[in-house]
């Protein structure tokens, strides 16, 4: 446990000093500059092209791209636009990870925008639908692909967030289970608060959580939490590396699991390659695939 908690807080000073870092080289360069949204124009000839529309009439569109450049386009030369978030990095333009909501399967203490939603698959079997009701609130659920395997499972996971900051996003939320075939058991799953510091490039995430089970013969809530320290850290305009790590304090001596992977980062679609293993002799490693698809309001955004 030690070592874990000596590479964990390495990690998470290894964020933080990345994102310092950046943050003065983003000040020593004024080619880089954050922007709520930028828009995204597609061409006919399949380029696609950051900036802003300086000006437009019935023959004419004239843009400027991030790098500074003044592109003259006619209207049938483009495809379809929008509005994608993200930032200029030294005249490229970086869109925001599209999976900002989630670690590997966590949730980080950030919310969807109003009308924003995902569709993912952790683990490749354990699909997930997210929408943003509003601004703070978020609602998810599913069933496994395979879920004759394991029996009848639906999963419920609502979300609040209770603080939104430019560099902080507090929240609480649940993960409940619903077992219809085993009605002694009722609905079991885990109820937790969370809380993500930093930008949507570096940050660092802590959470606790508590287990609890609702209905069928009895109804219990643990008093020995579970705790997750996990962490962000982008290194280019398509890839980011992450790590999530659960500490289970219930049982003699706890137990711990921990995880990597690398993050490929899309518009809308997002993965994640990595692996699982356990803490204190318990193995390693389980290979971990996730998929994300966003759907949704164009150019919203969220701390």
């Known amino acids: 446990m030690s070592k874990l908690s000596l590479l964990l807080f390495a990690f998470g000073m290894s964020v933080i000093g ?4 950046s943050a003065q080289s983003d000040t020593a360069r004024p080619s880089v500059a954050d922007t709520a949204a930028m828009l995204e124009v597609r061409l006919t000839d399949g380029s696609v092209v950051y900036g802003s ?9 004239v843009l400027r791209t991030v790098s500074g450049a003044r592109l003259e386009l006619s209207p049938d030369q483009i495809r379809s636009q929008r509005l994608s978030a993200g930032r200029v990095v030294g005249g490229e333009f970086w869109p925001e990870d599209p999976n900002h909501t989630r670690l590997l399967f966590t ?22 639908v997210a929408f943003g009701v509003t601004d703070r609130f978020t609602i998810a659920g599913g069933t496994p692909l395979v879920p004759g395997a394991m029996g009848t499972v ?11 900051r430019e560099r902080s996003a507090l929240s609480v939320g649940a993960l409940a289970f619903a077992l219809p075939d085993n009605r002694e058991d009722g609905t079991v799953g ?9 930008t949507r490039d570096h940050a660092v995430t802590a959470g606790a959580g508590w287990g609890f ?12 939490p579970v705790l997750v320290l996990g962490g962000e850290t982008r290194v ?6 992450l790590t999530e790590n659960w500490i289970f304090t219930s049982g003699t ?3 711990t699991l921990f995880s990597g992977a690398v993050r490929f980062i899309g518009d809308r679609l997002s993965a994640d390659l990595g692996v699982i293993g356990a803490a204190d002799g318990g193995g390693c490693c389980l290979p971990m695939v996730n998929f994300v698809w966003n759907f949704g309001r164009d150019g919203a955004r969220s701390p």
Do not use: C
Not at 18 to 21: D, F, G, K, Y
């Open 190 to 198: 885990i109820t937790y608060g969370v809380g993500t510091f930093g």
């Open 213 to 224: 089970r609702w209905g069928g013969e009895r109804s219990s809530l643990s008093n020995a």
């Open 154 to 164: 639906f999963y419920l996971a609502p979300k609040f967030t209770v603080s939104r």
């Open 107 to 128: 949730s980080t203490g950030r919310s969807l925008g109003a009308g924003q939603g995902y569709v993912s698959a952790y683990f490749l079997f354990f699909p997930m």
């Open 53 to 61: 529309i300086l000006s437009r009439d019935r023959d004419r569109v």
């Open 18 to 21: 990345v994102q310092s870092t």
């Open 236 to 241: 280019s305009r398509h890839v980011k590396f």
């Open 253 to 255: 001596g706890g137990f």
